[in-house]
Structure formats: structure tokens, C-alpha cells
């Protein structure tokens, strides 16, 4: 059984940054594509990054570029999020996300594995 465990929310001011991990179980990790997600309160859930974790290779959302790093940890089997520069939009919940295709989507609906989600709060 595939598990997904987020860690590293928090509250920070705005211009801060954040870690986040999305530490995987019950599969082997190369096998995944992992995204992470945001959801604010009443809004949709977007997608933020992907990472393959076979290559590294990321993905992200255009209004992150530059300030988001996605990168991948194999002996932990850890993708995680530096998220820096943070604004106070960016503020919700995040998830992390998994499923056995290639391609770097953001698209929600292509994900079969999904963590609890932690909060992230950007706030003076």
C-alpha cells in the first residue's frame, strides 16, 4: 500500500521560507511522479511542482519559478519543496501527491496517492 507523509509546514512572515518533504512508503520510489499541491481556504487545489523521482527532472507552476525547488532524496525516499520568498497568497494546505506515469503534470486528477496535507501559514 502506497503511503504518502508530509512534514516541514509552518507559519513564516512574508519573504520567509519553508521546507516541506513528502517522505513515500510501500512502494518503490523511483516508480513515482511526485507533485505538490495547495489548497487555500474556499479555493480550488493547484498544482505547485512535480518531480520525476527516477531523474529529478521538476516542474513548476509559473507563478513559483524561481522561488520553488523541488528536489528528490533517494535514500530517503523524500521529494521535497524549498519554497522560498513566500507571499501571503501561497498561504493553505499543502499535499503531496503520487502516481506511476511520467509526465510532470500539475493536473489534480491524474493522482492516485495522496498525503494528509500540512499547513502553511505566510503571515506578518
Known amino acids: 500500500q502506497v503511503q504518502l507523509v508530509e512534514s516541514g509546514g509552518g507559519v513564516v512572515q512574508p519573504g520567509g521560507s519553508l521546507r516541506l518533504s513528502c517522505t513515500t512508503s510501500g512502494v518503490t520510489p523511483e516508480l513515482l511522479t511526485i507533485t505538490w499541491f495547495r489548497q487555500a481556504p474556499g479555493k480550488e487545489r493547484v498544482g505547485v511542482s512535480s518531480?520525476?523521482?527516477?531523474?529529478?527532472?521538476?516542474n513548476y507552476a509559473d507563478s513559483v519559478k524561481g522561488r520553488f525547488t523541488a528536489f528528490r532524496d533517494s535514500a530517503k525516499n523524500t521529494v521535497s519543496l524549498q519554497m522560498n520568498n513566500l507571499k501571503p497568497e501561497e498561504t493553505g494546505v499543502y499535499y503531496c501527491?503520487?502516481?506511476?506515469?511520467?509526465?510532470?503534470?500539475?493536473?489534480?486528477?491524474?493522482?492516485?496517492?495522496w498525503g494528509q496535507g500540512t499547513q502553511v501559514t505566510v503571515s506578518s
Open positions: 518531480c520525476r523521482s527516477s531523474s529529478g527532472e521538476t
Open positions: 501527491a503520487a502516481y506511476g506515469g511520467p509526465v510532470l503534470t500539475l493536473a489534480d486528477r491524474y493522482y492516485d496517492f
